[in-house]
């Protein structure tokens, strides 16, 4: 078992900013795929963005190509996800998911993933 656990979220104001970030304390997350995905309420969840353990990023959402950004952690135990120019339509539960595999992101369908967190509320509201 990989013990995912997503932080950062909160309340924000439209505008402003965010960091989640992905742990699994004790493990190394570099071999690994880590997703992000978020679910708002009444819809269903959908994916945000990857990296590979190959550290190649792809966006599965094209509204969020130029606000999102993906990056792994200094220490090898976390990814993060900084969120920017935050709009009430990003508001929902973001939840990180492991796979542990070479294959790159566009290659991993949400089903895939073995391992996730119990996710993080994000609410942008003014």
């Known amino acids: 078992q990989l013990p995912l656990a997503e932080s950062g979220g909160g309340l924000v104001q439209p505008g402003g900013s965010l960091r989640l970030s992905c742990s699994a304390s004790?493990?190394?997350?570099?071999?690994?795929?880590i997703g992000w995905f978020r679910q708002a309420p009444g819809k269903e969840r959908e994916a945000v963005l990857c990296?590979?353990?190959?550290?190649?990023?792809?966006d599965d959402v094209d509204s969020v190509k130029r606000r999102f950004t993906i990056s792994r952690g200094n220490a090898k135990d976390t990814v993060h996800l900084q969120i920017n120019s935050l709009e009430p339509e990003d508001s929902g539960v973001y939840y990180c998911?492991?796979?542990?595999?070479?294959?790159?992101?566009?290659?991993?369908?949400?089903?895939?993933?073995?391992?996730w967190g119990q996710g993080t509320q994000v609410t942008v509201s003014s």
């Open positions: 004790g493990y190394h997350l570099d071999y690994y795929a």
């Open positions: 990296i590979s353990s190959e550290k190649e990023s792809t």
């Open positions: 998911a492991a796979e542990l595999t070479r294959r790159l992101c566009q290659e991993i369908p949400q089903t895939d993933y073995d391992y």
